[in-house]
C-alpha cells in the first residue's frame, strides 16, 4: 500500500498562487493513479484534478479548470497541484488520495489511499 502526506496549504489574497504537494511513501509511486480532493465547510468533499500514471493524462472538475494545474514527479514520489487565479470559494481542506493501476474517476469511494488533507484558505 501507499501513505500519503499533503504539504503547501496556507493563507492567500484572491488571485494569489500556491503549490500543493503530495509525498508518497510504500510502494511503487508510479503503480497509482493520483487525484486532488477538496472539502470546503459544510460542503461534500469534490473532485479538483487527476492524472494517470505516467503523468501523461489529466483531467480537472470545471470550478478549476484553466487555473490549477495538476503534475507528478514519480522520481520525487509526489504529486502536485499548483493553483493560479485562486479565489475565496477555492477555500477547503485539500486531499490527495490514490488508486492502484487505474486512471480517471471522480468518485471519493473509487480511491483506496488518502492523505490527512492540508489546509487552504483564500481571502477577498
Known amino acids: 500500500q501507499v501513505q500519503l502526506a499533503e504539504s503547501g496549504g496556507g493563507l492567500v489574497q484572491a488571485g494569489d498562487s500556491l503549490r500543493l504537494s503530495c509525498a508518497a511513501s510504500?510502494?511503487?509511486?508510479?503503480?497509482?493513479?493520483m487525484v486532488w480532493f477538496r472539502q470546503a465547510p459544510g460542503k461534500e468533499r469534490e473532485f479538483v484534478a487527476g492524472?494517470?500514471?505516467?503523468?501523461?493524462?489529466?483531467y480537472y472538475a470545471d470550478s478549476v479548470k484553466g487555473r490549477f494545474t495538476i503534475s507528478r514527479d514519480n522520481a520525487k514520489n509526489t504529486v502536485y497541484l499548483q493553483m493560479n487565479s485562486l479565489k475565496p470559494e477555492d477555500t477547503a481542506v485539500y486531499y490527495c488520495?490514490?488508486?492502484?493501476?487505474?486512471?480517471?474517476?471522480?468518485?471519493?469511494?473509487?480511491?483506496?489511499?488518502w492523505g490527512q488533507g492540508t489546509q487552504v484558505a483564500v481571502s477577498s
Open positions: 510504500g510502494r511503487t509511486f508510479s503503480f497509482y493513479a
Open positions: 492524472i494517470s500514471r505516467s503523468g501523461d493524462n489529466t
Open positions: 488520495a490514490a488508486r492502484l493501476w487505474v486512471f480517471g474517476g471522480t468518485a471519493q469511494d473509487e480511491y483506496n489511499y
